[in-house]
């Protein structure tokens, strides 16, 4: 049996208006009981935000069929760290995904009273409220010997008026200003395809993505098939220029279902 991992920005979605066809290949999926997962670099919702969001789209999943980066930064913090103060850079996803962790938040106001020094992890994803005070406190954490910990690589992403700045650009930052690495959980890092292999459960796995540096490069990386969709960042002049080679490309989402049928 095969399973899909769909990513959500460019494949199934543009900010908030769904891709067409979306709605009706996972319709296909559910009627013919493929198993699928939802795949996001975005941390800046939690599954149920996303559900909620796909639901106003006519998209209805569960949220336990949806894995975000801050999902996937969580569960490997619980698996791999010791408890510490956290510091956040992100979103309302990631900021609930790390409170959820229960070791303790320090927010910028806390950090205007020193406490900075008290944090042990800062963890950076998409932020729409990025302020400089943010960055400030994240890198004085950072020289300061705190784990920098970035939920995705994505230097940008698709919306509704083009393309935008994503979780990448705001670590790019960081990394300029404390000279140091962080750990990247999400795709197409080994974190997050120990979180989707364990979900789906199968052995042959479709990726669909519209990015070729994190979807393409995920599948590729980890023996999946690599499905490219034209409705997201990345186009054909770019498969040559960043030599990453999908295994097939697809106008959109919609047109999967004419290989699906052949499976099935």
């Known amino acids: 049996m095969i399973g899909i991992i769909f990513d959500m920005d460019g494949v199934l979605y543009r900010g908030n208006k769904p891709i067409p066809g979306a709605k009706e290949v996972v319709e296909f999926l559910k009627e013919n009981n493929v198993p699928f997962l939802f795949l996001t670099n975005n941390s800046t919702k939690t599954p149920e935000m996303y559900r909620e969001k796909l639901a106003k789209m006519g998209i209805e999943v569960s949220a336990d069929r949806i894995v975000t980066s801050g999902l996937a930064t969580r569960l490997y913090m619980e698996r791999h760290f010791t408890p510490g103060k956290v510091f956040v850079i992100g979103?309302?996803?990631?900021?609930?995904?790390?409170?959820?962790?229960?070791?303790?938040?320090?927010?910028?106001?806390?950090?205007?009273?020193?406490?900075?020094?008290?944090?042990?992890?800062?963890?950076?994803?998409?932020?729409?409220?990025?302020?400089?005070?943010?960055?400030?406190?994240?890198?004085?954490?950072?020289?300061?010997?705190?784990?920098?910990i970035g939920t995705n690589p994505d230097t940008t992403f698709p919306g509704e008026e083009g393309v935008y700045p994503g979780a990448g650009s705001i670590i790019a930052a960081l990394r300029a200003s404390t000279e140091r690495e962080p750990l990247i959980i999400g795709k197409p890092n080994e974190p997050m395809y120990e979180i989707v292999r364990e979900k789906l459960g199968v052995e042959e796995i479709w990726m669909v993505g519209d990015r070729l540096d994190t979807d393409i490069a995920f599948a590729k990386k980890f023996g999946m098939q690599a499905i490219m969709v034209l409705t997201g960042v990345h186009t054909l002049n770019d498969i040559e220029k960043l030599n990453i080679k999908p295994d097939l490309v697809l106008d959109s989402v919609a047109r999967l279902i004419d290989y699906l049928k052949v499976i099935e």
């Open 91 to 148: 979103g309302e996803g990631l900021v609930k995904e790390m409170d959820e962790l229960g070791w303790g938040l320090v927010t910028v106001e806390d950090a205007r009273k020193g406490k900075w020094r008290e944090v042990k992890y800062v963890v950076v994803g998409l932020d729409p409220g990025l302020t400089y005070e943010k960055l400030k406190y994240g890198t004085l954490a950072i020289r300061n010997g705190a784990r920098f």
